[in-house]
């Protein structure tokens, strides 16, 4: 969707786990998922705030990695605010077992959600 905030993220899988479920593991564990069982899970849909793993493609000349590219709602993440961006996207995937290595390449932000920053609170300096 055009309200969706896009990433892509370079991604080394562990020997014997396929690419398309390390894809869909860092799309979760970005977004709702959890290693364990959590009561509010049955208060919300969880459908409508889950991060999607819509591409997976090999990176040319490299062995085992792969650019995932994942879709999140914008409505996952509070308005406004780059730190529960920033840390939704990246604060938990990187420690994930079933990956040797991640790192986020790209993320796309939509119009509708960039409005909703503030900006700077003493506007643009130009030295």
Not at 92 to 104: D, M
Not at 106 to 111: A, E, F, K, N, Y
Request: with cysteine.
């Amino acid at each position: 969707k055009d309200t969706d905030i896009l990433a892509a993220f370079r991604m080394t899988p562990q020997p014997g786990v396929p690419p398309e479920e390390a894809g869909a593991a860092v799309a979760a564990e970005s977004s709702t998922g959890t290693w364990t069982t959590v009561w509010t899970d049955g208060l919300t849909s969880l459908d409508r705030y889950k991060g999607r793993c819509y591409d997976i493609e090999p990176v040319a000349g490299e062995e085992n990695q792969y650019i995932a590219y994942v879709a999140y709602p914008s409505d996952l993440f509070e308005e406004g605010s780059v730190t529960n961006l920033f840390t939704s996207i990246v604060g938990n995937v990187f420690g994930f077992k079933a990956l040797r290595a991640l790192r986020l390449e790209d993320l796309r932000i939509p119009p509708a959600y960039s409005k909703t920053f503030q900006g700077p609170p003493h506007g643009i300096q130009v030295e």
